[in-house]
């Protein structure tokens, strides 16, 4: 075998998996197509890990709780409520943890074909600098946001209508803002004839000093699993940030003489399709806030957001405080040797926010990551070394 894990996918929930992995003492690759770690992060322009300290349970163990301190001790966080920084900070501060870690990291690696044998994979190959790569490993991590190493792997998705998973987004940063008061612009805004539908509501926050605001304001619907889908929206979002500064100088307060000073390079989809696992995480469990008999991280309960309310039935909840994520949710039915962490765990698609937060997919990666270095064990073991990674389950 050329590694014992393989991490398919080097965002929060990949970061979380591999350095998870790495400290049983196993030999672990992790790729991306990316040039880094980060992923939404850092290549979707999105600096902001909200709930790192609202999900204190989740967050400040394990991972992620380092993760925070290193970005602490490095003075790279600019705004200490929701943890805002840069994507350099992040990309720069993941790289040398998982360095630390003794994690093999692989980047401009696209994952596209998967040996499959008896319900096992054997083998994956990735697309890099116009040659193929072909890795084995024991175990497998799917931390690709898509599930994309679970589908070509053959598991099975839950159902979801594309048109019914949250709007794709191309973030934007505009500089020269004066008196930005947030809960003002959100009150302001349904009287404001904000130009596009499919955005419900005032986005924006503060990411350098109090005139650089980033905005969440361009939003679309469609199909993240389909390529000529992507190019579309990514198209379409960009000819509406124009669009939207324009809005901005002339109807928002503060705005009037704002620059734009950065656009995502890549769209952020926040949700597109989720496995289906050993157990699958349902809205009536968040509601009713139903025990889990083997936790392994820490998510919300609260769930819809980002324009459900157009759906054909509206499904935005807000239920107070924290529910446990359990073991199951990041087991695929039907391949063994595969453990899936990060936005694309076993949830139903109207759930999704309850997992979906960075920390929260940091937390899940590194217990698939621990999961799959010791081959997918049952619950006890999980827990013992998850409790050892000082990890809050
Ligand atoms: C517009 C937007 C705003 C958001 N705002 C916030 C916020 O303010 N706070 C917050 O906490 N969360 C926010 N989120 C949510 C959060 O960013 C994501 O849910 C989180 O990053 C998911 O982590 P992940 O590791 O599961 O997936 P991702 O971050 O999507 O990482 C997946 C990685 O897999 C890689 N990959 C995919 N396919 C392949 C392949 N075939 N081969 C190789 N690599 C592959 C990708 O390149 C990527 O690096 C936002 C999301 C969006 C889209």
Same mark, same amino acid.
Request: proline residues 4%; neutral net charge; glycine residues 10%.
């Given at each position: 075998?050329?590694y014992d894990v393989i991490v398919c996918?080097?965002?929060?929930?990949?970061?979380?998996a591999a350095?998870g992995a790495a400290?049983t003492?196993k030999?672990v690759?992790?790729?991306?197509?990316?040039?880094?770690?980060?992923?939404?992060? *850092?290549?979707?322009?999105?600096?902001?890990?909200?709930?790192?300290?609202?999900?204190?349970?989740?967050?400040?163990?394990?991972?992620?709780?380092?993760?925070?301190?290193?970005?602490?001790?490095?003075?790279? @966080?600019?705004?200490?409520?929701?943890?805002?920084?840069?994507?350099?900070?992040?990309?720069?501060?993941?790289?040398?943890?998982?360095?630390?870690?003794?994690?093999?990291?692989?980047?401009?690696?696209?994952?596209?074909?998967?040996?499959?044998?008896?319900?096992?994979i054997?083998?994956?190959?990735?697309?890099?600098?116009?040659?193929?790569?072909?890795?084995?490993a024991e175990t497998f991590v799917d931390a690709?946001? &898509?599930? *994309?190493?679970?589908?070509?792997?053959?598991?099975?998705?839950?159902?979801?209508?594309?048109?019914?998973?949250?709007?794709?987004?191309?973030?934007?940063?505009?500089?020269?803002?004066?008196?930005?008061?947030?809960?003002?612009?959100?009150?302001?805004?349904?009287?404001?004839?904000?130009?596009?539908?499919? +955005?419900?509501?005032?986005?924006?926050?503060?990411?350098?000093?109090?005139?650089?605001?980033?905005?969440?304001?361009?939003?679309?619907?469609?199909? #993240?699993?389909?390529?000529?889908?992507?190019?579309?929206?990514?198209?379409?979002?960009?000819? +509406?940030?124009? *669009?939207?500064?324009?809005?901005?100088?002339?109807?928002?307060?503060?705005?009037?003489?704002?620059?734009?000073? #950065?656009? #995502?390079?890549?769209?952020?989809?926040?949700?597109?399709?989720?496995?289906?696992?050993?157990?699958? @995480? $349902?809205?009536?469990?968040?509601?009713?806030?139903?025990?889990?008999? &083997?936790?392994?991280?820490?998510?919300?309960?609260?769930?819809?957001?980002?324009?459900?309310?157009?759906?054909?039935?509206?499904?935005?909840?807000?239920?107070?405080?924290?529910?446990?994520?359990?073991?199951?949710?990041l087991l695929?039915?039907?391949?063994?040797n595969l453990c899936v962490g990060?936005?694309?765990?076993?949830?139903? $698609?109207?759930?999704?926010?309850? *997992?979906?937060?960075?920390?929260?997919?940091?937390?899940?990666g590194q217990a698939a990551g621990v999961a799959a270095a010791l081959g997918i064990p049952?619950?006890?073991?999980l827990?013992?070394?998850? +409790?050892? +990674?000082?990890?809050?389950?």
């Amino acid at each position: 075998m050329d590694y014992d894990v393989i991490v398919c996918g080097g965002g929060p929930a990949g970061f979380g998996a591999a350095i998870g992995a790495a400290r049983t003492g196993k030999k672990v690759l992790l790729l991306d197509k990316n040039s880094g770690p980060g992923g939404v992060a *850092v290549y979707c322009g999105c600096p902001v890990f909200s709930g790192i300290r609202d999900f204190d349970a989740a967050s400040r163990g394990g991972v992620a709780g380092e993760f925070a301190q290193a970005m602490e001790k490095d003075a790279f @966080i600019v705004n200490n409520i929701t943890m805002n920084s840069s994507e350099f900070a992040i990309g720069l501060t993941m790289t040398r943890m998982l360095k630390a870690a003794g994690v093999r990291m692989l980047f401009y690696a696209t994952l596209h074909t998967v040996d499959v044998r008896n319900g096992r994979i054997r083998n994956i190959t990735v697309s890099a600098c116009g040659k193929n790569h072909t890795f084995t490993a024991e175990t497998f991590v799917d931390a690709t946001g &898509d599930a *994309v190493l679970a589908r070509s792997a053959g598991a099975e998705i839950l159902p979801y209508q594309v048109n019914e998973t949250m709007t794709k987004t191309v973030l934007f940063r505009v500089t020269g803002v004066t008196d930005f008061d947030k809960p003002k612009l959100m009150e302001l805004f349904p009287q404001l004839d904000f130009p596009f539908t499919y +955005q419900d509501r005032f986005m924006g926050t503060i990411v350098g000093d109090g005139n650089d605001i980033l905005l969440n304001l361009t939003a679309i619907s469609g199909d #993240a699993l389909d390529a000529f889908e992507l190019t579309r929206m990514d198209m379409e979002l960009r000819e +509406q940030i124009p *669009v939207v500064l324009k809005w901005m100088k002339e109807k928002l307060p503060g705005f009037e003489n704002c620059r734009l000073s #950065a656009a #995502a390079p890549v769209i952020g989809v926040r949700s597109s399709c989720n496995i289906k696992g050993k157990e699958i @995480i $349902t809205c009536a469990d968040l509601d009713n806030n139903t025990p889990v008999s &083997d936790p392994v991280a820490c998510g919300g309960r609260s769930y819809g957001e980002h324009y459900v309310n157009c759906f054909s039935s509206p499904w935005r909840k807000s239920n107070s405080g924290t529910r446990a994520i359990p073991y199951g949710a990041l087991l695929p039915e039907k391949i063994a040797n595969l453990c899936v962490g990060g936005r694309c765990i076993s949830i139903e $698609t109207k759930a999704v926010t309850a *997992v979906r937060l960075m920390p929260v997919c940091m937390a899940t990666g590194q217990a698939a990551g621990v999961a799959a270095a010791l081959g997918i064990p049952e619950y006890s073991k999980l827990k013992a070394e998850l +409790q050892r +990674q000082k990890c809050n389950i």
